[in-house]
């Protein structure tokens, strides 16, 4: 059982900057490949970014590419998501994932484990 716990959200104005961070209980970096996620009010739970579990290898949703940086430490405990010259449509509630994966996954159903969320908003 992995238990993840994101933080960093906010209120910030267009063309600002936030780092989100995900706390997992467990040394993920062995074993998990690990994701964003976004979800805006009455939008389904989107892709954002993911990086595999040895770091190498990392990908995007195109809306987010160039803007956005998925990262982890060496500890394998800890997840960031640098989110770089946001727009208002950037703004939902941010969830970190695992999965149990050698790839880099895209979709929600190939994670196991999820956090709570962490709302980001982003004003015009």
């Known amino acids: 059982q992995v238990q993840l716990v994101e933080s960093g959200g906010g209120l910030v104005q267009a063309g600002g900057s936030l780092r989100l961070s995900c706390a997992a209980s467990?040394?993920?970096?062995?074993?998990?490949?690990m994701g964003w996620f976004r979800q805006a009010p009455g939008k389904e739970r989107e892709f954002v970014a993911a990086i595999r579990w040895t770091g190498s290898s990392t990908t995007y949703a195109n809306s987010v590419k160039g803007r956005f940086a998925i990262s982890r430490d060496d500890a394998g405990n800890t997840v960031y998501l640098q989110m770089n010259s946001l727009k208002p449509e950037d703004t939902a509630v941010y969830y970190c994932a695992a999965a149990a994966s050698v790839i880099v996954p895209t979709t929600r159903t190939q994670y196991n484990y999820w956090g709570q969320g962490t709302q980001v908003t982003v004003s015009s």
């Open positions: 467990v040394r993920t970096a062995s074993r998990y490949a």
